[in-house]
């Protein structure tokens, strides 16, 4: 969060702001393909659905193409 100018709170509530967008990435990237984390877990910490969750490493998956 400290990376990117982010509140916890701000991260948890769901906020939109590109920062907040860019530190759930992170979090979602790091949690999901570094330690195993189920997606739903992921979601509860960083305020958004499961689905949400999925689309973000759907996203960074494509990219990666």
């Known amino acids: ?3 990117h100018g982010v509140e916890q709170g ?3 509530n769901g906020g939109k702001r590109r920062a907040v967008a860019a530190a759930r990435r ?7 393909n570094g330690y195993g984390i ?3 877990a992921i979601a ?3 305020g958004v659905t499961t689905s ?6 759907d996203r960074l998956k494509q990219k990666s193409k």
Do not use: Y
């Open 10 to 12: 701000e991260l948890a």
């Open 44 to 46: 509860r910490q960083v």
């Open 26 to 32: 992170d979090i979602a990237e790091t949690l999901a």
């Open 1 to 3: 969060c400290r990376e």
């Open 38 to 40: 189920p997606l739903a």
């Open 52 to 57: 949400g969750v999925w689309r973000i490493l």
